[in-house]
Nanobody, 126 residues
Framework: QVQLVESGGGSVQAGGSLRLSCAAS????????MAWFRQAPGKEREGVAA????????YYADSVKGRFTISRDNSKNTLSLQMNTLKPEDTAMYYC???????????????????WGQGTQVTVSS
């Protein structure tokens, strides 16, 4: 049974930091592209960052470049997102997702991902 379980969300003031984690099980984690998506109320789900199966390549949305860092540990089947200099517009539900096998040029397209977590809420106040 595939499971993706996010943790680490919370409330923080603008300029603060949070670290999200995702624990994966039930599939061959090291063979999958992994990504973080987010969805704010009334908005479409958007790709935030992705990382290739061997962690050789990372991808970021322009809105988070230089502030967020995605990483993975294939020995522990975990995915992380370090979020610094948070802004109110980063407020959203954040989801961990898996795609087999490569991220590709359309890494930001949620429709191409196979597995999803339940999400963790991030709220940034001004």
């Amino acid at each position: 049974q595939v499971q993706l379980v996010e943790s680490g969300g919370g409330s923080v003031q603008a300029g603060g930091s949070l670290r999200l984690s995702c624990a994966a099980s039930g599939f061959t984690y090291s063979s999958y592209c992994m990504a973080w998506f987010r969805q704010a109320p009334g908005k479409e789900r958007e790709g935030v960052a992705a990382i290739s199966n061997a962690a050789a390549t990372t991808y970021y949305a322009d809105s988070v470049k230089g502030r967020f860092t995605i990483s993975r540990d294939n020995s522990k089947n975990t995915l992380s997102l370090q979020m610094n200099t948070l802004k109110p517009e980063d407020t959203a539900m954040y989801y961990c997702a898996a795609k087999w096998p490569r991220c590709g040029a359309n890494w930001y397209d949620h429709a191409t991902f196979d597995y999803w977590g339940q999400g963790t809420q991030v709220t940034v106040s001004s």
